[in-house]
């Protein structure tokens, strides 16, 4: 355990208390980042599981209660969510307050909340970049976000104050912090992340869609390689389907792009081009090798070092 | 260690010491399966690394070499130079010798040796399904095997104390072993192994072509799911050229299918629909619970667990 912090919020209310919510209200109680949290969630039943793990201060199924005197909110609902979360809490924040979240696209959280909270109040889209294939309160722990990256998107007009400040608690909470415009980030983690998830939940289908003798087979040989995108491919269905829609043209563009390649591929393969596979095989070391230089991977071991 | 066995065979010979024949010579030395390893590779050098890891008992780089008196010979080279191989060492084979291999597709190996071989030696085809994505004789180890499924896909005319011998050797090294016809097995791994392995060069082939800034990006926020994959597609680029050249077929049928499947998905987003994309990724779920009952994967925990 950290040594306790000095509290970055009098008052911190989250909205949503699956994965991320809960795994930042264990890292701020942890961390002592907080005078007091607030914890909502619609489901009464969640809200109970929260409470029973003793992740906050005090539970609320209404947000608005939640939100009242809070000098952060944190908005970890679905994407698809978050424009009506915002709409329902506007009349309830105190002058000063700001209002954060935790979604997977920005330009479309933007454009859901521009216009819906109150003068006065500062909106600081936020990305923590971490997670795992599993939902709900009790998947959470504090340590999730240790050494991954967090983006802040602030608009032209974000107060400057307040983006300090909730980089200040994504810092305590052990992540690195970058800042950069809504549309860039949208641009690149629909290849970094979305991108690998709909092709793994695609790959999963296309087994999904065989017949049951070739499927226990499929199940029974899995460990070839297909295992490790069926576990991908148990991500939270909720939320892929608001990346999807909010990050539509990103997604598009990039799956229009792989889909590209993937038709080259096949063609090499049909016209038995062996010296264009293996180029094609050969080039994709340069990324791994940039990608363990940079430290965003352990070095390539053998299993046993 | 295991207990020392009683050896299967007198003499083994190891053509191709990469990661699998390396890895099935230590394991055979280990558990005492035969009382002489005689390794061949072509490259004087990869022979001297095998050496100097004393793997085993003769070396040269003449296959010719090694195969004379050997009762079992297990091609270890890769898919494209089997059949070359074969009618190489034909002439030197002693009768009642055993010739198996260790390749990911199995149709095109009977193709290539079939006919080539002479009248008394006796072919058992076999799949060892395990790996890691490192390559060379440095790479290999004995557990390698251990629990996973070796698939034997013997002929109508091949011997059936040929096939107890292989499938006691593979038994010996840890590995659970399954009989099927060869058509079958290339259909099943297509997609179990085959496919995985494609998406994955294809995806980081798709980044390796963006511009140099976006590149530096992609591999600094890679751990949002795209790393996983950078790690599949360091595997050896011509191991997998020639299982596309060799199971073409069935490699080109899964390829067909998973891009109908990414058409839709592409369709689905780009007409907003919401609920069709959360069916598809709800469904994938029953094949994820399949593969944990079936004891191929662990049970889905969260990490801290």
């Known amino acids: 355990m950290s040594q306790p912090n000095k509290p970055i919020f009098e008052r911190i209310a989250i909205i949503g208390i699956g994965l991320i919510g809960s795994s ?4 701020v109680r942890e961390r002592g980042l907080a005078d007091h949290i607030a914890i909502a969630t619609r489901s009464s039943q969640t809200l109970e599981k929260a409470e029973k793990l003793g992740l ?15 000098d952060l909110v944190v908005l970890c609902v679905p994407l698809g969510t978050i424009g009506a979360v915002g709409k329902a809490i506007s009349g309830s924040l105190k002058n000063g307050a700001i209002v954060s979240d935790v979604g997977s696209s920005k330009a479309s959280v933007i454009k859901d909340l521009d216009g819906v909270l109150p003068d006065g109040v500062h909106l600081v889209p936020a990305h923590p970049v971490a ?11 504090a340590s999730l976000f240790n050494g991954h990256w967090c983006v802040l998107t602030p608009t032209a007009k974000t107060d400057t104050d307040a983006v300090k400040k909730v ?3 994504w ?3 052990g992540m690195k912090v970058e800042e950069m415009d809504a549309d860039h980030h949208d641009q690149v983690l ?6 690998p998830q709909l092709i793994a939940y695609t790959i999963v289908g296309t087994a999904t869609d065989m017949e049951d003798d070739s499927k226990r087979e499929v199940m029974k040989y899995s460990a070839g390689g297909f295992r490790d995108f069926t576990r991908i491919a148990a991500s939270d269905p909720v939320m892929w389907r608001d990346v999807c829609l909010n ?5 598009l563009d990039i799956l229009g792009r792989f889909g590209e390649d993937l038709n080259n591929l096949q063609r ?22 940039g990608i363990i230089e940079m430290g965003q991977d352990k070095p390539d071991i053998k299993p046993e070092d």
Chains 1, 2 share one sequence.
């Open 24 to 27: 930042l209200a264990r890292a």
């Open 56 to 70: 906050g201060d005090s539970y609320t199924t209404d947000a608005v209660k939640a939100v009242a005197d809070a």
């Open 131 to 141: 997670g795992t294939e599993f939902s709900g309160p009790e998947a959470g722990y």
């Open 167 to 169: 980089r200040a608690l």
């Open 171 to 173: 810092e305590a909470c």
């Open 190 to 195: 629909a290849i970094t992340s979305h991108l």
């Open 247 to 251: 990050n539509k043209d990103a997604i």
């Open 268 to 289: 090499a393969i049909r016209n038995d081009e062996g010296d264009l596979l293996e180029t094609m095989f050969s080039r994709t070391r340069e990324i791994r090798s």
